[in-house]
Structures are given as structure tokens and as C-alpha cells.
């Protein structure tokens, strides 16, 4: 069964760091991703990466503030958040695929709260 599973998301102050993580099983993806989903808003990409870490993209939202990096040894896909914004709340959602801009998989979504 192909799966993602995230964790990681929380409460945090402004300024504050969290760590996202997000395992895959059930087989490799050359792409992998994370969209957030404010309420009320659409579903955005915030950041991916390509199988080797050599491509990355980032939404000007966070660039300069996030990181995205992968283990493939261990199939999993991290984002590191820093500096947050109470704008950065949001539900998380780990993606993975071919192409990242039509993500095949989804993860269930983790809820990561910035506090002003």
C-alpha cells in the first residue's frame, strides 16, 4: 500500500522553528513535496524536490525561511521551518509523484499554528 504519513506540525510562536517530516512506503518517488491550506484559501505548494536533492523549488512565501532536504535511505521528505509567521498557519500535506505539480499521493495533512 503506497502511503505518506506526516508529522511534526504544532503550535509555535512567531519566530519560532518546527520540523516537518513525512514518511513514504509502498515505493520510491522521483518528486516529493508540501502544499499548506489556509482557511478559506487553496491549496499551494510551499516547497519540493527532485529524487537526488539537486532541484528545489520554493513558494516566495518562504523562501529564505524553509528548507526541504530528503533521506532516501529512509524514504522520507523533511521541511524545516523557520522564522514562522502567524501567515504560516495552515494544514501541511506531504505530496509525491512524477510530476509534483500533479501530485499522485497525498499524506493526511498535519496543522501547524504560528501565535502572534
Known amino acids: 500500500q503506497v502511503q505518506l504519513v506526516e508529522s511534526g506540525g504544532g503550535l509555535v510562536q512567531a519566530g519560532g522553528s518546527l520540523r516537518l517530516s513525512c514518511a513514504a512506503s509502498?515505493?520510491?518517488?522521483?518528486?516529493m513535496g508540501w502544499f499548506r491550506q489556509a482557511p478559506g484559501k487553496e491549496r499551494a505548494m510551499v516547497a519540493a524536490i527532485n529524487y537526488s536533492g539537486s532541484s528545489t523549488y520554493y513558494a516566495d512565501s518562504v523562501k529564505g525561511r524553509f528548507t526541504i532536504s530528503r533521506d532516501n535511505a529512509k524514504n522520507t521528505v523533511y521541511l524545516q521551518m523557520n522564522s514562522l509567521k502567524p501567515e504560516d498557519t495552515a494544514v501541511y500535506y506531504c505530496a509525491a509523484g512524477p510530476n509534483i505539480d500533479r501530485p499522485s499521493t497525498w499524506g493526511q495533512g498535519t496543522q501547524v499554528t504560528v501565535s502572534s
Open positions: 509502498g515505493r520510491t518517488f522521483s518528486s
